[in-house]
């Protein structure tokens, strides 16, 4: 059951679909309302679990900290942090009362879930301006059902998450430093030589002509559509990123086409906002506004035309580096302190003033977008405009390629993007602490539809190590998105640069698992469900399982508890129930054991993954040595016509009686996925005995 309450007079989001379904309520339930709906409050018991905020700093339970919806570029997800990329109003409380709540409104929300005090948690807006919906669980619902369920709903009122074509869900690696198509082709061989799967490259901002989007460093990709064809020949697809910024130049066609038609943000006398990033000083475009969309959506086409079939959407909080006018400020400023004798509080003054020209929030509140005939202040709207730069492009991709999953990733988003393309989570660091950041982000992100998404593996900044390197892909194998991208000036982090057989082990059981995570996803995706859960969605019952942070549910069938500590030789797991452990070193390695309920030091050497099978539950496995995923969807079919006597077809734990799974696949390249899709039943006995059946349609 969903209540909708309006308070004040909300600037339109569009990040609801399903309007109808919505009562409208007089007041708040359960929360104390004061100042005119600013500030809601609702105290909290000892045992309460906060979930929710997608992309944020600190645990899946947010319990004892400020968060604060209000994007940002801020390259240090340190736990003192309040803000990252994205604005994800969803909480879930699973107290005396469970609920969902969504606050929709793109300004500026404070949510203290016991900061001030811990028994308290408390919502400040900026603007007393939003909808509020609150979400329950039918009475009746299974206890076990209620949080999924809530999702669920929430889900259903915020319509259907992203899918992005299979090939996405191979492995893909970036890095912010590969300028030519030499160092592309030289990246591609380092994987096939060492048989490495891998199924994309990603190509940062130097491939472009001095930063301008939609263009290309002619020098450096001479014939650029014959690179494209020369590379998805090898099964590799380029992904190209975009910036939100447009270069000011003259002659630069999107630039004209911009001001010609007035399609650019605007300062307070109405002439196009200047702020710098990487192409120097740049104009953003207006996005907010449909017919703006629709005119940078079209610009995709160039690299469409060129055979591309995916993008990652950057800088689009969007990041500033200075303004124009404030720079200007700034050099006037600094004149006072030329003759001046210095003191310890001019000298941080001073320093300050050059040190902090980035992304200030004056800023944001100096330009205005034309939003639905009104003229609005960015700061108003600021956690908008990355969803809308990925809404252009995802709109654009359904009118220019309305056959063909495109695959879109934003670095900013709102709830309401999860339609249009999935998230990474920006520039994480290669610290240990950020692998169990992202595990801990990633269920918060599916409960708020955004479910095509990951980490830089291996970490953007800082510098990575083999055994860093290790861990995180044996939890990166499981994320939709798997991409190791890490950031100019660091240490190289591909894969083969480290114990490249071994890594083509872990890597390989990526693509052994794709049959599963495929299914799992497109299960969650067209059902409103969530493909990683915390314990406490299928355990609910269980204290320790509710208050287990380090463990995941992937899909139906599995747990993972991956090893996020250095120099670990395994790890302490919690077992709500028993299960069984398969511990991987490689398709023709690996052990299984079965554990009861409880707890357990489990070993993992440092090549170790560990897969926990739920009683009664099976993993279809495709068969080992796929190096893309086109291989694989053959090998996956191969496999369940030969099983083999030494490869296991299926990861599974059956004790007794039949269990059962449903295989969901579809082409993995049409939009037109219930055209596609293919249902087949798998089931195995207790002795092992598999037999596969298509579903009847
Ligand atoms: O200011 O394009 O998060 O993934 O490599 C940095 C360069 C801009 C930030 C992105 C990162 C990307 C980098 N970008």
């Not at 087949?680 to 009847?696: F, L, Q, S």
């Amino acid at each position: 059951m969903i209540r909708k309450i309006r308070i004040g007079n909300p600037i339109e989001t569009y990040a609801v679909t399903e309007k109808a379904e919505c009562r409208p309520a007089e007041e708040i339930p359960y929360f104390e309302t004061s100042q005119q709906g600013k500030k809601l409050s609702l105290m909290l018991g000892q045992k309460d679990i906060v979930y929710g905020l997608g992309e944020q700093v600190r645990g899946i339970n947010k319990r004892g900290w400020v968060y604060v919806s209000n994007n940002s570029d801020d390259p240090n997800h340190t736990e003192g942090k309040n803000s990252l990329y994205g604005a994800h109003n969803f909480l879930l409380i699973d107290g005396a009362h469970r609920f969902g709540i969504f606050l929709d409104t793109p300004g500026k929300v404070c949510f203290d879930i016991g900061y001030t005090e811990y028994d308290r948690m408390e919502i400040t807006f900026e603007d007393a301006d939003y909808d509020c919906y609150v979400i329950e669980a039918d009475e009746g619902t299974a206890a076990e059902r209620i949080l999924t369920e809530i999702v669920h709903e929430f889900r259903h009122l915020i319509g259907r998450s992203y899918i992005p074509p299979k090939w996405a869900f191979g492995f893909g690696q970036s890095r912010w430093g590969y300028k030519t198509a030499a160092d592309i082709r030289e990246v591609v061989t380092g994987y096939r030589k060492n048989r490495i799967p891998l199924d994309s490259v990603y190509m940062d901002i130097d491939y472009m002509d001095h930063f301008k989007d939609f263009t290309l460093d002619k020098e450096a990709f001479p014939d650029f559509p014959e690179f494209v064809k020369e590379m998805k020949a090898q099964h590799i697809h380029l992904v190209p990123i975009i910036d939100a910024g447009v270069k000011i130049e003259k002659g630069y066609p999107v630039y004209e086409e911009g001001i010609a038609n007035g399609y650019f943000c605007t300062d307070e006398d109405g002439k196009p906002f200047t702020a710098a990033v990487w192409p120097g000083k740049v104009h953003f475009p207006d996005v907010l506004n449909p017919e703006v969309r629709q005119w940078f959506g079209n610009w995709y086409r160039v690299l469409l035309n060129m055979g591309i079939e995916g993008f990652w959407n950057d800088m689009n909080e969007p990041a500033i580096f200075y303004s124009e006018r404030h720079l200007k400020e700034v050099f006037e400023q600094l004149e006072d302190y030329k003759d001046k004798n210095l003191d310890i509080w001019s000298f941080f003054e001073l320093k300050d003033l050059v040190g902090r020209l980035d992304n200030r929030p004056e800023d944001y509140a100096s330009f205005y977008h034309n939003y639905e005939g009104k003229k609005i202040r960015h700061d108003k709207v600021h956690n908008l405009y990355g969803y809308n730069m990925t809404r252009a492009a995802g709109e654009a991709f359904e009118r220019l390629e309305p056959d063909k999953r495109i695959l879109m990733f934003s670095r900013s988003s709102y709830i309401g993007m999860h339609r249009y393309g999935g998230i990474w989570t920006g520039d994480n660091q290669s610290w240990w602490s950020h692998i169990a950041l992202s595990m801990k982000q990633m269920p918060a992100l599916n409960m708020c539809g955004f479910l095509y998404s990951g980490s830089d593996i291996g970490g953007f900044g800082s510098d990575c190590t083999p055994d860093l390197l290790m861990r995180w892909l044996e939890f990166g194998i499981f994320t939709p998105l798997m991409r190791n991208h890490s950031a100019l000036g660091t240490r190289s982090q591909e894969a083969y640069r480290f114990d490249s057989r071994k890594m083509a082990d872990i890597i390989g059981l990526r693509y052994m698992l794709l049959p599963y995570i495929y299914s799992e996803f497109m299960k969650a995706a067209l059902s409103g469900d969530m493909y990683f859960r915390p314990l406490a969605f299928d355990y609910p019952q269980d204290d320790r399982a509710r208050h287990t942070e380090d463990q995941l549910l992937v899909g139906e069938s599995m747990m993972i508890a991956p090893v996020c500590e250095q120099n670990a030789i395994g790890r302490n797991v919690y077992l709500p129930e028993r299960m069984k452990l398969y511990r991987f070193r490689s398709a023709a390695d690996f052990d299984t054991e079965v554990l009861e309920a409880g707890d357990h030091f489990v070993p993992a050497d440092l090549n170790e993954v560990l897969i926990f099978i739920r009683p009664g539950h099976i993993v279809p496995l495709a068969a080992p040595g796929a190096e893309n995923t086109d291989e694989v969807s053959l090998s996956a079919v191969a496999a369940i016509s030969a099983v083999s006597a030494t490869q296991p077809l299926t990861l599974s734990f059956v004790e007794t009686g039949t269990a059962e799974y449903r295989w969901y696949d579809d082409d993995g390249y049409t939009r037109n996925y219930e055209m596609q899709k293919h249902i087949r039943i798998i089931r195995e006995d207790a002795a092992g005995t598999v037999t596969v059946e298509n579903a009847k349609a």
